[in-house]
């Protein structure tokens, strides 16, 4: 690690940390005193009305969305004076998963994997190929490497999205409505893989609007709502 991507330690070492912040797109104020602290290995839901906030809390996270009222510490970085350049070294502490998966539709599984590694700075095919086939493994996909993501059912191609959130080992995985393409059972297939990933240490927060399965399996649950991110009793 170079030492401009040094992380800036928060001082309660919360993998996320939000104090008095206010979430704003242009002038708008979307979120506002949000206060927040998340430790390592919990499981969050993020609920609450469409626009309400939660992708934008989400990007506040992963720097997409600046923050620039209240302090915001992500996976150890100061987002509140986070150099563009810094960017890449946060996103690689943090897993992604998008709802509508974002795969390279030009290229195979293993390629969608390859070209992430390789982007994230590996270099060495030997152990490129080791990390791509662990990843595969967690999720249950490591005969799929070959496949277009077109040959894929939309569940399988999620899973193969959290293969990809899962490459560089990340503390962190943020989740922006993961299932919300998804039918029932193939919903259920793929929280039970995202708590296994919780249990193993890493911290998931995911936005959703899926009641049912905050029902079934058992997290913390924050609310946007009228402005306000607020804690709901689970
Ligand atoms: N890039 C943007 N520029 C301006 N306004 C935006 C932008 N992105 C989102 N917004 C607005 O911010 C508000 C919150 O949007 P956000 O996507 O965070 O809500 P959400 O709770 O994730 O909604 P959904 O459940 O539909 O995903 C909405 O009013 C939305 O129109």
């Known amino acids: 690690m170079s030492k401009q991507s040094l992380p800036i330690e928060n001082k309660e070492n919360n993998i996320v940390e939000f104090k008095n912040s206010v979430i704003r797109h242009q002038e708008n104020i979307i979120l506002k005193d949000v206060n927040l602290e998340v430790k390592k290995g919990e499981f969050i839901y993020l609920i609450g009305k469409v626009g309400s906030g939660k992708s934008s809390l989400l990007k506040a996270m992963y720097g997409e969305v600046l923050v620039k009222e209240g302090s915001v510490f992500s996976v150890g970085y100061n987002l509140k004076k986070i150099k563009s350049s810094q960017i890449p070294f946060l996103r690689r502490k943090m897993g992604i998963i998008f709802q509508d998966f974002q795969l390279l ?130």
């Open 105 to 234: 539709s030009d290229r195979s599984v293993y390629e969608n994997l390859n070209f992430v590694l390789k982007a994230t700075g590996w270099k060495n095919k030997k152990e490129m190929d080791v990390r791509i086939r662990d990843v595969l493994t967690q999720v249950d996909m490591v005969h799929k490497g070959y496949k277009m993501p077109h040959q894929l059912s939309g569940g399988e191609q999620q899973r193969i999205g959290i293969a990809r959130a899962l490459l560089n080992e990340p503390d962190l995985i943020l989740a922006d409505e993961p299932t919300g393409n998804l039918d029932p059972e193939t919903t259920n297939d793929l929280m039970r893989l995202l708590l296994k990933i919780s249990e193993m240490g890493k911290t998931v927060i995911m936005a959703t609007h899926n009641y049912g399965m905050i029902d079934k399996y058992k997290g913390r649950i924050l609310k946007c709502e009228d402005t306000h991110l607020k804690e709901e009793k689970s």
